[in-house]
């Protein structure tokens, strides 16, 4: 878009909205502003102006404002213009191939939409805006509060529902900016506004433009970010201070699918110092998607002893054999798919697909729900499920595309190693405390926010150690419900007294030599705590003296304590009573 008669003056002031006063060939003359925004910081003293002459003799003011310089910045805040360079610019066959109508101004209920679009079979209403507001490269809008901007919004979730498609277009009046937010300090209204718009299937787009002194066309597509500017801001700094400070880690050595789904698996409820050891031997003997798949369920569940939560061990070996029949063997590649494998939640998909692919996708477990609850002050309960989404959505909008997983890796190591929980964060090392709320207000470890959640049933248990000399007695757990399929010393719920450990040995056939007590132990489980109690029953010939009936009603066997070692998977809750 051209401007013909274009003059450079310099800005004198503006007494009202609708004038301003410039300096044109050392005389003073009087311009109208078309931007009826304040426009407070580009219209300084001094500031080299653009104008155009009218071509209309009979107009009182003979002058136009176009644009202006803001330091090296030109920008040109023609109020006419955006609806006009957006129009020539689809009419030239940009966002919709198949173009066929662009119509400017047309009703739509009760408001005007700035353009209607026939494109192949759709029909698409476009509101347009203009964007003169900038500072340090962060573009805003509205930059003075504006109900009809609201109800543009609602008019347009209406006519999306409607069948229409629906954009709106903010139009960047300049070039080269870092990204565009809702203006929540001038109009928090309009910000609400434009999130609920989307919610809806409103789409919104920011491009910038080329702008010289008479020319304006749009040029590239610029980030909208409407959640949170905050984050926004913490993508560099974190990215930059995790290539410096990340941890060598073994799952970080080669960054392959395998390895980081099975690191990121171990990884939760476990400390990354535990998870290492487990994570050596675990890809030793399975180093690939094939050999998960063709473990028998007992060495599996034998390498992942002492990690809990075995059905995530399952689970692993059933999304191998998904990955080998459904992809050939070959790990999936997009975030859908990898979502779709068994055991994988948001947060895995998230880390693989980033981590792995440079996906734009987020990665949200405990530590980033704490380091961005920080940074934000949100006072959200996180122990909710919306919570997590709404911060994934924050997320999401803010990943740099070239940063992915760096990003992600980032958010979390954080939370590792500097916004650590319990006790104070380590804010004096922190690569974004500049940018944190919390941080700035003093309220650091008020953050997250975490409901109580319901208090775990505590069971009362007596472990039993039936032993010879180079036997214990154990059995395998049902296959479903807590530690399915694992194997476990023989235990039944109370606390029994020594005379009742002599009666139960009897029942089952066994006449012990010596009983001796062991200690006691805890073991807590998500939702339930074990309080145990032990008793080492020893017995003549364990194998020979128990009934028949009794081994096979009790699913027993008996093992030596290599095979105890080494075969049978036994949880880490019977820990404290695994013979020597
Ligand atoms: S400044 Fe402190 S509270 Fe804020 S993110 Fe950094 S470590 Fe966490």
Redesign the pocket.
Known sequence: MNYERIRKAFFIERPNRFIAYVQLDGEKETVHVKNTGRCAELLVPGAPVYIQESVNPARKTKWDLIAVEKGKRMINMDSQIPNKVVQEWIEGGNLFPDVHLVRPETTYGNSRFDLYVEAGDSRIFIEVKGVTLEEDGVCRFPDAPSDRAVKHMEELVRAKKEGYETYVFFVIQMKDVRYFTPNTDTHPAFAEALKKAAAAGVKILAYDCEVTSDSITIREPVDVVLESPRMKETAKPLVEWFRKNKRDLPWRERMDAYRVWISEIMLQQTRVEAVKPYYERFLKALPDVRALAGVSEDRLLKLWEGLGYYNRARNLKYAACQIIEEYGGKFPETYEEIRSLKGIGSYTAGAISSFVYNIPKPAVDGNVL??VS??TADDSDIAKAGTKSKIEKEIEEVIPRDAAGDFNQSLIE?GAV???PNGE???GS????HL?L??EQGR?TE?PVKKKAKKRRIENRTVLLFRDAQKTAIRKRPAKGLLAGMYEFPNREGRMTYDEVVGYGKSLGLTPVRIRKLGNAKHIFSHVEWHMTGYEILVDELEKSMADENKEKGNIIFAEIRQLQEEYPIPSAFEAYMPK
Do not use: D, G, K, Q
């Not at 922190?430 to 405390?433: D, T």
């Open positions: 704490r380091v920080r940074i954080l500097v916004c650590l964060p380590r804010c922190c690569p974004v405390s944190c919390a941080h650091e953050f």
